[in-house]
């Protein structure tokens, strides 16, 4: 007995059904949409906030979670930042295409994923090694490429690739880093959030010919910077 001809079986969804991936592509417009009601105005950070699945990089239980304005644990007493704080910094970047980025606490590797949107070459400093593994297997799930990864105190920098465009920190410092400011290009941004674990401020330094400028932004709270120029374990 001969097969008739193979039919493709269409299956349609029940009405007001969403698909996982409708949902949280849904979810992430909510959550620019709010940024962009905040103040976000760049609208390359905008788009690579609408273009980076945010659940893809935390655990699967918090994915519900993964567009609302919080941070979120990912581990080993680390957290991921609020979505508005992340876009402030790096919108306090003013990241072009041909920047080579200098990222301090890679964390889960959302944010390296965002400026690797943003910017020509991103170099990404991890104190943890269980949150270095980690951050790549999230990006291989996410399509993310381009990034390069050490594992090592990232208060020191990274002399050997600098100097950078922009750097940004992921955690609070008790005063600026003296060794990242050395690793500025002219014209380089530096965005780092500054202070104690009850007031800390974002600040973004400037590297021009007539020295360094500071400028003083938002309130903010995150896990403190451990290392050589941070604070101690």
């Known amino acids: 007995m001969s097969a008739g001809p193979f039919v493709p079986v269409q299956t349609r969804r029940a009405p007001g059904a969403l698909a996982a991936g409708d949902d949280f592509a849904q979810r992430r417009a909510r959550m620019v949409e709010g940024l962009r009601r905040r103040g976000i105005a760049d609208p390359a950070v905008l788009a690579a906030f609408a273009a980076v699945p945010r659940h893809q990089f935390v655990d699967e239980a918090l994915s519900g979670r993964s567009y609302g304005d919080d941070a979120l644990p990912i581990g080993h007493g680390q957290t991921l930042s609020q979505p508005f704080i992340a876009a402030r910094m790096l919108e ?29 070459a991103v ?43 922009a750097i940004v920190v992921s955690a609070a410092a008790p005063s600026v880093p003296a060794t990242l400011l050395a690793q500025l290009a002219p014209g380089g941004r530096l965005v780092v959030p500054v202070g104690d674990a009850a007031d800390q401020r974002l600040r973004r330094h400037r590297r021009t010919g007539a020295g360094d400028q500071m400028e003083i932004a938002e309130s903010c709270r995150f896990v403190p910077l451990i290392g050589a120029e941070g604070f101690a374990e």
Do not use: C, K
């Open 123 to 165: 170099y990404s400093i991890e104190r943890l090694a269980a949150l270095g593994a980690r951050a790549r297997d999230n990006w291989g799930r996410a399509g993310v490429a381009g990034v390069s990864l050490r594992i090592g105190d990232g208060t020191l920098g990274w002399s050997a690739v600098a100097p950078f465009d």
């Open 92 to 120: 306090m970047l003013h990241l072009t295409p041909v920047d080579r980025v200098l990222e301090i606490g890679t964390g889960s590797g959302y944010q390296s994923a965002l400026l690797g949107r943003l910017a020509g």
